[in-house]
Nanobody, 114 residues
């Protein structure tokens, strides 16, 4: 079964950094545009960053200049380097393709303390 596994979350102080990983099973990962999403308590899931199969990237205004999305197609893995973290970045972070083609994973919790 094709699935996604997110990891790398944790508790960090404001200004700190974390690196999230998204491991995908299946052979189609290489050809898919992938995205990182987040969902804070009481809020809708939002797209944070996306990366095309060729490596073109786009970011939400709220994370531009602080987050960097990347991928390693040989490892079927996508990353999100998060720097200068803020308390408002606190959320469960998920990955998926765009449009969605994977079953949503469990996500990884990121908590930023002030």
């Amino acid at each position: 079964q094709v699935q996604l596994v997110e990891s790398g979350g944790g508790l960090v102080q404001a200004g700190g950094s974390l690196r999230l990983s998204c491991a995908a099973s299946g052979s189609a990962f290489t050809f898919k545009t992938m995205g990182w999403f987040r969902q804070a308590p009481g809020k809708q899931r939002e797209l944070v960053a996306r990366i095309s199969s060729g490596g073109s990237t786009n970011y939400a205004d709220s994370v531009k200049g602080r987050f960097t999305i990347s991928r390693d197609n040989a490892k079927n893995t996508m990353y999100l380097q998060m720097n200068s973290l803020k308390p408002e970045d606190t959320a469960v972070y998920y990955c998926n393709s765009l449009p969605y083609s994977y079953v949503w994973g469990q996500g990884t919790q990121v908590t930023v303390s002030s």
